[in-house]
């Protein structure tokens, strides 16, 4: 076990267990809220709540172009493939913050250590 996994947050709950919960969106707007101590849980709430922010900006851009005549067809192709991608992702980013790493998402990563220190 590392540092991470051993830490309280100031939640009561393992460091580890509050991030992973952290990636159930309303959950991680209240731990960004009354987490304190443990930079570990910020930096998965922002990290969760980056990847709902994405997934909403995605979703819109494929409602958008749906409606486009002609290449509007092409999204019934694009939300399968996309929804499977998006929650795998979730998943792996859930499993990693139990088991406490600090995984970081290609772009949302960077972002949510440097906010995560802000907090």
């Known amino acids: 076990m590392n540092d991470l996994q051993l830490q309280k947050s100031s939640t009561g709950l393992d460091a580890n267990v509050a991030a992973a919960i952290a990636y159930v969106p309303i959950v991680a707007l209240v731990f960004l809220l ?49 929804g499977i991608g998006m929650f795998v992702l979730w998943v792996v980013a859930l499993v990693k913050a139990f088991q406490g790493q600090q995984w970081k998402l290609p772009v949302l990563g960077d972002i949510a250590a440097k906010q995560s220190t802000n907090l």
């Open 34 to 82: 009354i987490e304190k101590t443990s930079r570990f849980v910020k930096f998965h709430a922002v990290q969760s709540l980056g990847l709902a922010v994405g997934w909403m900006v995605i979703w819109f851009a494929l409602m958008v172009i749906g409606m486009i005549p002609v290449v509007g067809w092409l999204t019934v192709l694009l939300w399968p493939i996309l």
